[in-house]
């Protein structure tokens, strides 16, 4: 591992979108002087004003979500680590969008990374389009380091909100060369190799051939992104083995073909045996990042919970939750060590229209509800389980009834600890953790 780095304000340049291009423009206001956002007044390294910010999100992960993990881990009476967590709010997740009310993961994240709501489908741009100043971003202008731990392809749509602009998140390619070309975060771990690698060229990770919904094939059309990032001074990492061997401050990791999971419905293909865990991942970030006295902004998602909620997968949903509540841990350790970071767990948004209920044969879902019979049909979401209640030796059980498989418009719990949490108490729009977070890291 290299020496502690000392403060290196950056002369980076901020994404424009223009004509369906990018350009780059000189970077001028707050971040391109000395110090820190104000211009001279900024903090100075090692003043003690807290400087870091863990910024745990679950994808999809909703109050029934974090409940159903509860009750499966922890039982009646115990709690995750992620509920143990001394500050509790509710953000609201509704996009602008127009055509739809409910949000989608780009939206939402860009609400986080930006302060500003925005379109479906958008990475960081307003609602016409326009580049957005991302937190991410603001970080490493400012000297501090940034990092991305996900078991998504490090450039879905969470992550790339925070370190990218695009007004297409499918854009995944070029969101990778603006990791590297633009933001530079110094952690990039998670899955998405073939969108870092020309078609062709299938890296680590085969084809899953006879796969006829995704083959998985490399698909960058950027180049060779991974070559691209070890001339940057990178080390590119693709297995356990090598992960477990890295040392160096610049470190990329891509250890799937897209997501490190495969999402799919009970028993048609579902898998999720992550090649390195997102605990595993997020400990090696944090050791990575703690090297900058500066301190850092640190985004950790697990994907799965969205993806598996998606297929009404409960048995999968519940085992993304222990990985998440997992790296949560990992994080609550690090904070006991560094009272001036800010820990941050909360998700995107809800997915699968989740509740919990008692096992009842007479109670099962079906078609009905209030739409328009001429529209609502069948329904493709029933109930799940039964789960056994942790600690009570089969006594008690429960089943997750789902409504949809796709996103809902319900509040999602924010927990927090750390400089800034008390802001976090209450009800409010998402676009709150923006000003938290920023206020953190740069006021």
Not at 5 to 10: E, I, N, P, S
Not at 47 to 67: C, L, Q, T, W
């Amino acid at each position: 591992m290299t020496t502690t780095r000392t403060g290196r304000v950056r002369t980076l340049t901020v994404v424009a979108v223009a004509g369906g291009s990018l350009a780059l423009l000189p970077l001028t206001g707050a971040f391109a002087g000395g110090g820190g956002p104000g211009g001279g007044d900024g903090h100075a390294p090692g003043d003690g004003h807290p400087r870091s910010v863990i910024f745990v999100n679950g994808d999809g992960m909703g109050a029934a979500h974090r409940e159903a993990a509860r009750l499966e881990q922890e039982g009646f009476d115990g709690q995750l680590a992620m509920d143990r967590l001394p500050i509790a709010g509710l953000q609201t997740t509704d996009a602008r969008d127009p055509e739809d009310t409910v949000t989608d993961s780009a939206s939402s994240a860009s609400a986080w990374a930006t302060g500003q709501k925005t379109y479906n489908g958008a990475i960081s741009v307003d609602v016409d389009g326009n580049p957005l100043p991302t937190i991410g971003q603001q970080a490493e202008e400012a000297g501090l380091a940034g990092g991305i731990v996900t078991t998504a392809q490090v450039t879905d749509a969470s992550p790339a909100a925070f370190f990218a602009n695009s007004a297409d998140r499918a854009a995944q390619d070029d969101i990778a060369r603006q990791y590297l070309e633009v933001s530079r975060p110094e952690v990039i771990l998670g899955g998405g190799e073939d969108w870092w690698l020309p078609a062709g060229d299938e890296g680590t990770y085969p084809p899953r051939a006879g796969d006829e919904e995704d083959p998985e094939v490399s698909r960058s059309t950027q180049g060779d992104l991974v070559a691209q990032a070890q001339g940057l001074g990178y080390e590119y990492v693709s297995t356990a083995e090598e992960f477990a061997a890295a040392d160096s401050d610049l470190l990329l990791g891509l250890f799937a073909n897209e997501e490190m999971f495969q999402q799919r419905p009970e028993g048609q293909g579902d898998e999720f045996d992550p090649v390195v865990s997102l605990a595993d991942m997020t400990t090696r970030a944090l050791d990575v990042l703690s090297q900058d006295e500066d301190g850092f902004f640190l985004l950790v998602e697990e994907e799965a919970v969205d993806e598996m909620s998606h297929n009404n997968n409960g048995a999968r949903m519940l085992e993304s939750m222990r990985s998440l509540d997992d790296a949560v841990e990992v994080a609550r350790a690090y904070v006991a060590e560094h009272p001036d970071t800010l820990l941050i767990v909360t998700g995107d948004h809800e997915c699968g229209g989740l509740t919990i209920e008692d096992v009842d044969a007479e109670d099962e879902s079906g078609p009905g509800g209030t739409l328009d019979p001429s529209i609502a049909g069948g329904t493709e979401s029933g109930e799940d389980g039964p789960f056994v209640v942790a600690g009570t030796g089969g006594a008690y059980d429960f089943a997750l009834d789902w409504t949809t498989t796709s996103h809902t418009g319900v509040p999602t719990v924010v927990t927090a600890e750390g400089p800034g949490s008390e802001d976090l108490t209450g009800y409010y729009p998402n676009t709150h953790l923006h000003d938290v977070v920023s206020a953190v890291l740069f006021d």
